[in-house]
Nanobody, 123 residues
Framework: QVQLKETGGGLVQPGESLTLSCEAS????????MAWYRQAPGQQREEVAD????????KYADSVKGRFTISRDNTKNAAYLQRNNLKPEDTGVYYC????????????????WGRGTQVSVSA
């Protein structure tokens, strides 16, 4: 069984920075893709960034390029999303999604979601 724990949400003012963390625990062999999604009020969930296991540079939605940075610590099965120069439109619930192989090298691969953490950007 795999569990994801997200931390780092909160209320910030425009222009401030905030870092989200997502750490997976359980019967994990390897985490392949780590991704962050957000869901703004009344809107669909959208992917904002992702990072593959062997990559050092992530992929980003146009709306966050240059302001958000995704990183990972494979030794901790953890993903991070550093967000700078936050804007009111960055408000929403942020979710991490991990593609995980459980057990051993022949184990099954699945997508796992965190419960989400609320981020509010307001003056």
């Amino acid at each position: 069984q795999v569990q994801l724990k997200e931390t780092g949400g909160g209320l910030v003012q425009p222009g401030e920075s905030l870092t989200l963390s997502c750490e997976a625990s359980g019967d994990i062999f390897r985490v392949y893709v780590m991704a962050w999604y957000r869901q703004a009020p009344g809107q669909q969930r959208e992917e904002v960034a992702d990072l593959y296991y062997t990559d050092s540079v992530g992929k980003y939605a146009d709306s966050v390029k240059g302001r958000f940075t995704i990183s990972r610590d494979n030794t901790k099965n953890a993903a991070y999303l550093q967000r700078n120069n936050l804007k009111p439109e960055d408000t929403g619930v942020y979710y991490c999604q991990l593609q995980i192989r459980t057990g051993d090298v022949d184990g099954s691969v699945g997508l796992y979601w965190g419960r989400g953490t609320q981020v509010s950007v307001s003056a």
